[in-house]
């Protein structure tokens, strides 16, 4: 497989960059002609993947998250988020449902697993003091019988 299209993009670790993010996603893949079910997976799950840069990355802090996107020939999407905030100590514990670091907020600790529930396969990369990525794929296209055979 070969990359067809990518896309780089910085933005400020503000609440209002959320909904950015959900447009320039849409944007980016309506080439491929995704049904309304595919467009709502990947947008919940970037908004979910930058929310939790926002909020458990940053907290009050401002920072910077970037979001990186692939279009592969085969009618694929990856999606990384990215932030240089506090880090995840313990990933394993942060994907369980229901588990949040905020227990006088209201979060639901859901996160990770609408991303994993609407994705085809979500992987999780922090360091403590360094930041997180999430790496999101998802098939938008049916491959090709020739791509199979290749």
């Known amino acids: 497989m070969s990359i067809i299209n990518e896309m780089k993009l910085d933005f400020l670790s ?22 309304l079910e595919q467009l ?3 947008k919940t799950s970037v908004s979910e993947a930058v929310t939790n ?3 458990h990355g940053y907290g009050e802090k401002k920072g910077t998250i970037r979001m990186r996107a692939l279009l592969d020939d085969a009618g694929g999407l990856t999606v990384e988020v990215t932030d240089n905030g506090c880090g995840i100590r313990n990933i394993q514990q942060a994907r369980q449902p229901f588990f949040t670091t905020m227990e006088s ?43 199979r055979r290749a």
Do not use: W, Y
């Open 105 to 147: 907020a209201e979060r639901s600790g859901m996160g990770f697993t609408v991303m994993e529930s609407f994705m085809d396969d979500v992987e999780v990369h922090s360091e403590p003091g360094r930041g997180t990525t999430v790496r999101m794929s998802k098939q938008i296209l049916a491959p090709c019988p020739a791509a």
């Open 14 to 35: 503000c609440p209002a960059n959320e909904a950015f993010a959900r447009m320039v996603i849409s944007a980016f893949i309506l080439p491929l002609n995704p049904t």
């Open 53 to 55: 840069a926002v909020v």
């Open 40 to 42: 709502g997976d990947i």
